[in-house]
């Protein structure tokens, strides 16, 4: 989808989820939003929005004209479509920096979808996803870091992670790349204007402390980088699945993680068919997690599907708890899963610790000797607890997000960094080897063309594009 650039006309839309709730709102930006809203507007005091302060409430009536007609005469008469309550905002003191008009109508889809009709019908255009967004950085209120830490924090899934979007969203991550680019404009500034230098003694001693500010850039950049993993992973969360052979208590750990009966537990080999997935929060962390048929041979070509499928899933997982029953011997349909997991992240899970044991997971030490082991009933809960600690820990190196850090949450920031990173590599090179000041420039440009980038110096369509169509509509 193509966004466009225009910010000419006056957008609308549903600005919350469709559904049936106390109120929903229609939301209205652009130069004609207030005259708009008039024409759709009864306030009860009469007054009109287009001459009402910035930041007002207005009580009224949303209407529409439908012709009437006594005898042979037609007429029009007005008629309220819905009762409802109209925030003013004033450019630029608005989201968008536009006027804005918001709508607080009855929560249902009918009366949103009509108050938003009419507003088309006296000429607002229906608003493309993230449009309002989109304007808010078209007319400079924020950067494209924090219209993007905008969607994180819609799409949070636990605290630390609305924490994190807040935090760029303050514009935290946009000053420390504005003077991460400010510090290598101060080295260019120099570098040009003195292109062909001598090797005099006053030109090495500034080559050498020019290295070490391009070293110190380099290494905050880096820095920044590496908290992409974390970052990225607190926003989107981790894959988990559970994998074992059948009964062997998957869907019975997936109760207990995701707090309510969510999946059918039975003493049946073979009850779990599908994959039933449901987002949990693991201390902070979010996981998607991912009950799966149990894993053996089998010729019921039912249980074959649900066998493949699992073996899909498996290959995706960010992590997988390898489920054991310790009430019973390892069989050979656990060995050769636990083959099958050798490549990736597992915890070996050993259940059902409240019936007398008789696994020996010793052999598993060969086959997976990195594995971390907990012990758990999900029965009984226990050790669930100290499981969760666990696949904290093996993401985690101690806090999540500490006090107010700076995290790079999405893979766009990472690439600009990476890039960034590699040119200041190339320029830290160039400069020791004694190359031409003009490439050691032309790096350096390449660097802070990357962060320009990062917070949307420079808009182009494609990065708008990608960005702004991942947003609802109405936001
Ligand atoms: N005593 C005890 N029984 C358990 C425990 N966990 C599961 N069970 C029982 O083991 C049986 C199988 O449990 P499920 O959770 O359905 O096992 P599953 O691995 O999902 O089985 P499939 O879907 O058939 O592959 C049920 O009777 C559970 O009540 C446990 O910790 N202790
Ligand atoms: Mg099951």
Request: glycine content about 8%; some cysteine.
């Amino acid at each position: 989808m193509s966004i466009k650039f225009d910010t000419d006309d006056t957008i609308a839309a549903i600005s919350t989820p469709l559904g049936e709730s106390g109120i929903g709102i229609v939301r209205l930006s652009g130069k004609d939003a207030l005259r708009i809203a008039d024409k759709i507007f009864l306030s009860k005091t009469k007054s009109s929005l287009t001459g009402a302060a910035a930041f007002t409430t207005h009580y009224g009536f949303v209407t529409e004209f439908v012709k009437t007609s006594s005898g042979h005469k037609y007429a029009r008469k007005r008629k309220i479509v819905d009762e409802v309550i109209v925030n003013i905002m004033r450019a630029p003191r608005s989201y968008t920096r536009e006027d804005i008009a918001e709508i607080n109508c009855h929560g249902g889809i009918i009366p949103l979808k009509r108050t938003l009709d009419l507003l088309l019908k006296h000429g607002a255009r229906l608003a493309q996803p993230g449009e309002f967004t989109q304007r808010a950085v078209l007319n400079g209120r924020i950067d494209l870091t924090q219209a993007e830490a905008i969607f994180n924090i819609i799409n949070a899934k636990t605290l630390l992670a609305q924490d994190g979007a807040m935090n760029q969203l303050r514009g935290a991550l946009s000053r420390r790349i504005k003077q991460i680019k400010g510090d290598l404009v101060d080295i260019i500034a120099p570098l040009e204007a003195g292109i062909d230098f001598p090797d005099d003694e006053i030109n090495i001693g500034q080559k050498k402390r020019r290295i070490r500010l391009l070293m110190r850039t380099a290494k905050e950049v880096k820095d920044l980088m590496d908290t992409a993993d974390r970052g990225i992973m607190l926003q989107q969360g981790i894959n988990v699945i559970l994998a074992g052979s059948t009964n062997v208590g998957k869907s019975s750990l997936m109760n207990r993680l995701v707090e309510f009966e969510r999946v059918i537990v039975t003493p049946i080999a073979g009850t779990t068919r599908d994959i039933v997935e449901e987002v949990i929060n693991i201390n902070g962390l979010p996981a998607k997690i991912a009950d799966t048929a149990g894993i053996i041979d089998t010729k019921c070509l039912i249980a074959k599907q649900s066998v493949n499928r699992s073996l899909e899933f498996l290959k995706q997982a960010d992590l997988a708890l390898f489920i054991l029953d310790g009430s019973r011997k390892l069989n050979r349909f656990d060995l050769a899963l636990a083959d099958k997991l050798k490549d990736k992240k597992v915890i070996v899970v050993v259940n059902k610790i409240d019936l007398p044991q008789k696994i020996n997971v010793g052999i598993l030490k060969k086959i997976l000797p990195t594995a971390a082991k907990v012990e758990i009933s999900a029965l009984k809960g226990a050790g669930v607890g100290k499981l969760k600690d666990k696949i904290v820990k093996m993401f985690f190196h101690g806090d999540i997000l500490k006090n107010d850090e700076i995290l790079i949450a999405s893979l766009r920031h990472k690439q600009a960094l990476n890039s960034c990173q590699g040119a200041l590599s190339r320029a830290i090179s160039l400069e020791k080897e004694n190359g031409f000041s003009e490439c050691v420039i032309f790096e350096l440009r390449c660097a802070t063309q990357c962060l320009a980038d990062m917070v949307g110096e420079d808009l182009s369509e494609d990065i708008l594009t990608n960005i702004f169509s991942r947003f609802c509509i109405g936001k």
